[in-house]
């Protein structure tokens, strides 16, 4: 059974109220099982260091936001940690952090960056978070994807695409930066659109083979990502194809709330970034016996914006 916003709006209107109570994330949520649990999924993060250039974003708000960018995670992180029953799982969206101040491999081990600031502020969380690759984690062409790749297992202990399997569901992070659109040797190459290159398609493919419940995080919105990449291959068939497995897509990149419902086959939300506001996390109850997730906070989304109300739990 896949969730969208319809089915959410049936819940009663008195645990929806409660969701912005003192108690609402008590009185909601159900008690941790051995099949049922609760995850949180954070976007667009953008940590920034003291090599940081002011100004150098597009725009006053980009300017502005990008100067908040760890006390907002921060918040949102204590939120989260607070949480009773407590979030067992969490998972970024990409664009972990915003840019590189040296194309210098060395540099990130001779001095404290934007990449260790963002490993003490996970490290900060009190489950496990696992991390995505978003376009800032990039610096094509003046630093090279594999240079990407040697920090974030050096530095975050990430891979460029990695999957966790948790209490009968499996999470999957992918990487659409790994294809042809980004690399700048191809004639496909255009840092706008996104692919995921033949390998891990494949990995991917066998991943929902085995038929288990699945959410899947990729930084860019389908929308941008190519629908076929090698013939008839590519993301957009394979979930069409396995929309009874997936149970549920989440993007970041645009820093805002959409709701694509099932353009795409299984249910595709593109999550707002603590960027711009610490609310903009996304909670969620997850039970493997019914096969079910519920987004317990959708109701204090304000969709189309950067922003959601406050979730006092």
Not at 221 to 247: C, M, S
């Amino acid at each position: 059974m896949k969730i969208d916003r319809r089915r959410f709006g049936m819940m009663g209107a008195a645990a929806l109220g409660a969701l912005s109570t003192q108690r609402g994330w008590s009185e909601v949520a159900q008690a941790t099982s051995p099949t049922r649990f609760h995850f949180a999924v954070v976007a667009d993060p953008h940590i920034i260091d003291e090599f940081y250039v002011k100004g150098s974003e597009n725009g006053a708000e980009d300017n502005e936001s990008i100067l908040h960018t760890t006390e907002r995670l921060i918040s949102a992180r204590s939120l989260i940690n607070s949480l009773r029953p407590k979030i067992e799982q969490v998972f970024v969206a990409g664009d972990c952090f915003h840019n590189y101040p040296s194309t210098d491999y060395d540099f990130y081990f001779k001095h404290k960056t934007r990449i260790d600031n963002a490993k003490e502020l996970f490290d900060g969380f009190e489950m496990p978070v696992h991390l995505g690759f978003g376009n800032h984690d990039y610096d094509v062409p003046k630093v090279s994807r594999e240079m990407s790749h040697r920090l974030f297992a050096a530095k975050l202990k990430a891979k460029p695409y990695s999957s966790v399997d948790y209490k009968g569901f499996r999470f999957v992070h992918l990487n659409n930066f790994l294809g042809a659109t980004w690399d700048q040797g191809s004639s496909q190459f255009s840092k706008g659109r996104g692919s995921l290159g033949e390998e891990q398609l494949q990995w991917f493919e066998g991943l929902l083979r085995d038929n288990k419940p699945t959410v899947a995080f990729i930084h860019y919105p389908l929308w941008l990502v190519n629908a076929t990449e090698f013939r008839d291959y590519g993301l957009h068939p394979l979930l069409r194809k396995h929309r009874e497995t997936i149970q549920l897509v989440i993007a970041g990149h645009w820093h805002k709330w959409v709701d694509f419902a099932h353009t795409f086959g299984p249910q595709h939300y593109v999550s707002a970034a603590t960027r711009y506001d610490s609310n903009a996390y996304m909670l969620f109850e997850a039970d493997s016996r019914s096969q079910k997730i519920k987004w317990m906070n959708a109701d204090l989304v304000e969709w189309s914006t950067h922003y959601s109300k406050p979730y006092t739990g």
